[in-house]
Structure formats: C-alpha cells, structure tokens
C-alpha cells in the first residue's frame, strides 16, 4: 500500500505542476467592461474555430488537468486515511 501512496502522491505533483504552467500560459479570456459596452461580434470565423486553435487546446487541457487534480486529491485523501 506504501507503494501505491508514492506513486500517487508522484503523479499528483506532476499534475499540481503542469495545471500550474498551463494556467499560466494561457491568455485572458474576457474582454471585461469594454467588451460589454462596446459589444463584441461572435460571429466571426475565429470565434466559430475558437476550439481549433492554441488557446483551444491550452483551455481544454486546463480542464482536464483540473479534473485530474480533483480526482487525485479525493483519492489520495481516502489512500491516507486507510
């Protein structure tokens, strides 16, 4: 059981790091206040391939390192209290 608490532990750190960096890379997003105001078009080629492109990937790979790192904190939560 020692072994499966390192090895968890190991790959948890690999994935607190990499969230790290990868949220760190990323652009804003939002357009804030001015956005708001002075209105934003939608329906221009880029935001309909928004998914296609770098920030596309850099967002989803946010998500899915972010449901990692969920899923490993519960576990190794439970692996320590057994």
Same mark, same amino acid.
């Given at each position: ?7 968890? %532990? ?47 990937? %850099? ?24």
């Amino acid at each position: 059981m020692e072994i499966v608490k390192y090895v968890g %532990l190991g790959i948890y750190l690999i994935v607190c790091v990499a969230l790290i960096i990868v949220a760190t890379i990323q652009t804003k997003d939002s357009e804030g206040a001015s956005g708001t105001i002075t209105g934003s078009s939608t329906s221009n080629f880029y935001e309909k391939n928004k998914g296609r492109t770098k920030e596309g990937a %850099l967002k989803r790979l946010t998500i899915i390192l972010s449901v990692l790192f969920a899923i490993l904190a519960v576990a190794l939560g439970i692996i320590y209290v057994i």
